[in-house]
T-cell receptor, first 110, second 114 residues
């Protein structure tokens, strides 16, 4: 029931772009994205709902294709503060029992 | 600060022991979730409560149990502890447990079983 994320890890230089993918074998109501910095709690980034809409958060945006059961997180012109582990989460039903992918570790270097 | 409070922050115990982790949700939130995160691992969903009732169950071992009290705080009880139970345990809360609500995570309880 857990979504699958790729890649497992990404190393970038400041200013470069990255894409993190998330896919599920089950139909999705929504996809959530969270970021966790080392030693801290996960923090909410955005929710994507059916309809393929894109949401944005500063220079971080995401898309959701419910037909393909996939979501992608786009980080443009990355900053040092973007470093962390990104998790996508999906709920298997109408509850909010979020199942998270294994995470993508993003490292942004100067 | 997410508004979710977890205590204790650190817990060191021995195999075979029993511990209780406590979580106070954000003011006004009725739903509480528990997650386990092992070293360099993802977040494993354990259980969800809504207003005192169990709503969803994940990969929670039989040695683990949880409950949500009338004042909405929640406790996760771990018994007959094994080395493999060492992990960071997060509590999260949301307003009503609906599918489109964001989760607010506490800072976690680091459990070390020696």
């Amino acid at each position: 029931q857990q979504p699958v994320q790729s890649p497992q890890a990404v190393i970038l230089r400041e200013g470069e772009d990255a894409v993190i993918n998330c896919s599920s074998s089950k139909a999705l109501y929504s996809v959530h994205w969270y970021r966790q910095k080392h030693g801290e709690a996960p923090v909410f980034l955005m929710i994507l709902l059916k309809g393929g809409e894109q949401k944005g958060h500063d220079k971080i945006s995401a898309s959701f294709n419910e037909k393909k059961q996939q979501s992608s997180l786009y980080l443009t012109a990355s900053q040092l503060s973007y470093s962390g582990t990104y998790f996508c989460g999906t709920a298997p039903g109408s509850n909010n029992d979020m199942r998270f992918g294994a995470g993508t570790r993003l490292t942004v270097k100067p | 600060d997410s508004g979710v409070t977890q205590t204790p922050k650190h817990l060191i115990t021995a195999t075979g022991q029993r511990v209780t982790l406590r979580c106070s949700p954000r003011s006004g939130d009725l739903s509480v979730y528990w997650y386990q995160q092992s070293l360099d691992q993802g977040l494993q969903f354990l259980i969800q409560y809504y207003n005192g009732e169990e709503r969803a169950k994940g990969n929670i071992l039989e040695r683990f149990s949880a409950q949500q009290f009338p004042d909405l705080h929640s406790e996760l009880n771990l018994s007959s502890l094994e080395l493999g139970d060492s992990a960071l345990y997060f509590c999260a809360s949301s307003a009503s447990g609906g599918p489109f609500e964001k989760l607010f995570f506490g800072s976690g309880t680091q459990l070390s079983v020696l």
